[in-house]
């Protein structure tokens, strides 16, 4: 929209008004040399008699302003407010070495794009283990590129989408992906993974990389266990080492319930059902412990009744008194019926009166009645 001429000639400005900067051509090479970004809409452009300053009126909705450019290192070093929709023409009074009208501006147009990738955490130890990778696009060229962008990493299904709708040179968007440890990359002991990013056009930037190490820790040590011995549901406690991770504690063949690794050194857990001693282990990504020795204590059957004698039909109820914590009954009675209930009740009539009632736990209970 507007072009100036340094007083000695070698250095002409071109404002790009619909990219809200100007462009410097070497008049010795006819090359372009900077791309200095100034306010929106730069719409005229005027050169000092002494050549060492640029001013660029900015015309664009809203700007109203004037942008100064040293021309030594062509870059903007000043904004000066002004009035509404300023319009610069022309030279400041001075002499023009140089005929506009026999100059020709050749503009280079340098697109590119560059990414960088980081990892966090750097580190992991167990599967299944969250990486977030946070990817960093720069417009490392010279003209804007236009339209979101696209980020392919080969351990990250499908593209990534960038939304950057219009990268002017210099600037950078971000954008992240999640990849979820596998326990073939603990066994690998790193993870090493590309990336790259393309614009809509086509564009493609450099390929970068990262890589994050596994934390390949001891096998689990189990080294006390408490209590040691109990029913179904108890709360045992296992302290030791390398206990991050823990995936199950198993009491023989039987799997523990409501397993919480406290630390890397203790855990807790609920006994599962299960008789005698049997060897407790703890397993985590890394490995299986040795095994430690836990008794599980079966429960014994006992019960009372409320009644033994009575007239027909008579109501007797029956309570469980087992011991070690028993989580399901069995009652059978002598005339063939039978409960699971804990504490059941049955109706005693003739001719069952005066007979045995006999319980899971194979207790006997004399019942008389008229």
């Known amino acids: 929209m ?43 452009v005027a050169v000092t008699p002494d050549g060492k300053d ?21 870059t903007a070093y000043d904004t000066v407010n002004v009035g509404s929709a300023p319009i610069a023409f022309g030279q400041f009074i001075g002499s023009a070495p140089i005929n506009l009208s026999s100059v020709t501006v050749h503009v280079v147009q340098s697109p590119s794009l560059n ?12 599967a299944g283990e969250s990486i977030t990778y946070t990817y960093n696009v720069t417009n490392t060229g010279n003209v804007n590129l236009l339209g979101d962008l696209t980020v392919t990493d080969d351990y990250i299904s499908g593209p990534i989408t960038i939304f950057s709708d219009d990268l002017s040179p210099g600037t950078s968007v971000t954008g992240t992906g999640t990849y979820s440890v596998t326990q073939q990359d603990l066994n690998n002991g790193s ?88 060897d407790v282990t703890v397993t985590t990504p890394v490995g299986t412990s040795g095994t430690f020795t836990y008794n599980a204590v ?12 009575g007239t027909s039909p008579l109501a007797v109820q029956f309570y469980d008194t087992s011991s070690n914590v028993p989580t399901s009954w069995l009652w059978e009675f002598g005339d063939g019926s039978s ?21 899971a736990a194979m207790l006997l209970s004399w019942i008389s009645c008229s």
């Open 115 to 126: 990414i960088t990738k980081s990892a966090n955490p750097s580190t992991y130890n167990f």
């Open 2 to 44: 507007g072009v100036a001429v340094t007083p000695d000639g070698t250095k002409v400005y071109v404002t790009n008004y619909y990219e809200n900067n100007v462009s410097v051509i070497d008049t010795t090479t006819n090359n372009f040399i900077a791309m200095v970004n100034v306010g929106r809409g730069p719409l005229g």
């Open 54 to 74: 640029v001013y660029v009126a900015n015309n664009g909705e809203g700007s109203n302003t004037v942008s100064v450019i040293n021309t030594t290192n062509n």
């Open 339 to 359: 409960s699971t209930m804990q504490n059941p009740e049955i109706s005693v009539i003739l001719p069952m009166c005066s007979e045995y009632l006999l319980a």
């Open 298 to 309: 079966t429960p014994v059957a006992s019960f009372t009744e409320d009644q033994t004698s």
């Open 191 to 278: 993870v090493t993974n590309f990336a790259y990013s393309t614009t809509t056009n086509g564009l493609q930037s450099n390929t970068t990389t990262a890589t994050i190490t596994a934390v390949q820790g001891p096998a689990p040590i189990i080294n006390i266990i408490s209590p040691t011995s109990g029913s179904v549901g108890t709360l045992v406690t296992l302290i030791g080492t390398g206990f991050t991770g823990a995936t199950a504690v198993n009491f023989g063949s039987n799997i523990g319930t409501n397993l919480t690794v406290v630390s890397d050194t203790e855990i807790t857990v609920n006994a599962p059902a299960g008789t005698g001693t049997v």
